[in-house]
T-cell receptor, first 112, second 116 residues
Framework: DAKTTQPPSMDCAEGRAANLPCNHSTISGNEYVYWYRQIHSQGPQYIIHGLKNNETNEMASLIITEDRKSSTLILPHATLRDTAVYYCIVSHRDNQGGKLIFGQGTELSVKP | DTGVSQNPRHKITKRGQNVTFRCDPISEHNRLYWYRQTLGQGPEFLTYFQNEAQLEKSRLLSDRFSAERPKGSFSTLEIQRTEQGDSAMYLC??????????????FGAGTRLSVL
């Protein structure tokens, strides 16, 4: 599985968009980008995933660059409840059993 | 609430004791995963089941660790002769059969183990 690089921490003002970057320069053509987040004292929660097209759901948007070497998770209107650690994971479609390989993630602090 | 239940939520034990954790996955999910998370780190994969079959074990899973999923429903993770280094959050996740385009895991809240 390709390795990901994320900034260790970011701040965002409440109500503003939070843009969380992820570098995955070694991604291969059949690997997907997944985003999970983990709120304090809870298990990780799936947010969104994509292969090469931009994706949007009720939680967030995922922008993947054309060369697929990086992506950005966008929380359009961050709230205090979005304070969490955000993990960017690259998952090969033939990953043995679908295990998730977590890095250290980005700790997002949403401030009033 | 994701629908994945883990018990107990907290466990304090003395070094050398055995402990067992339970995970009840979402009922229709045939995949069940165990992860371990230490402070400040992301979760690390331990093992997974496809129904009752344990198909992969990480090198992190020493011979003091054993996991079962006897009827393809709930799972247990047992740690024998606990060591202080076993102190961590143990997370369980479940999913339906992953496909090329979709591999979404639903996590429980975890069991926090403290070994004194």
């Amino acid at each position: 599985d390709a390795k990901t690089t994320q900034p260790p921490s970011m701040d965002c003002a409440e109500g503003r968009a939070a843009n969380l970057p992820c570098n995955h320069s070694t991604i291969s053509g059949n690997e997907y980008v997944y985003w999970y987040r983990q709120i304090h004292s809870q298990g990780p929660q799936y947010i969104i995933h994509g292969l090469k097209n931009n994706e949007t759901n009720e939680m967030a948007s995922l922008i993947i660059t054309e060369d697929r070497k990086s992506s950005t998770l966008i929380l359009p209107h961050a709230t205090l409840r979005d304070t969490a650690v955000y993990y960017c994971i690259v998952s090969h479609r033939d990953n043995q059993g679908g295990k998730l390989i977590f890095g250290q993630g980005t700790e997002l602090s949403v401030k009033p | 609430d994701t629908g994945v239940s883990q018990n107990p939520r907290h466990k304090i034990t003395k070094r050398g004791q055995n402990v067992t954790f339970r995970c009840d996955p979402i009922s229709e999910h045939n995949r069940l995963y165990w992860y371990r998370q230490t402070l400040g780190q992301g979760p690390e994969f331990l093992t997974y089941f496809q129904n009752e079959a344990q198909l992969e074990k990480s090198r992190l899973l020493s011979d003091r660790f054993s996991a079962e999923r006897p009827k393809g429903s709930f799972s247990t993770l047992e740690i024998q002769r606990t060591e202080q280094g076993d102190s961590a959050m143990y997370l369980c996740a479940s999913s339906s059969q992953p496909t090329i385009a979709k591999n979404i895991q639903y996590f429980g809240a975890g069991t926090r183990l403290s070994v004194l």
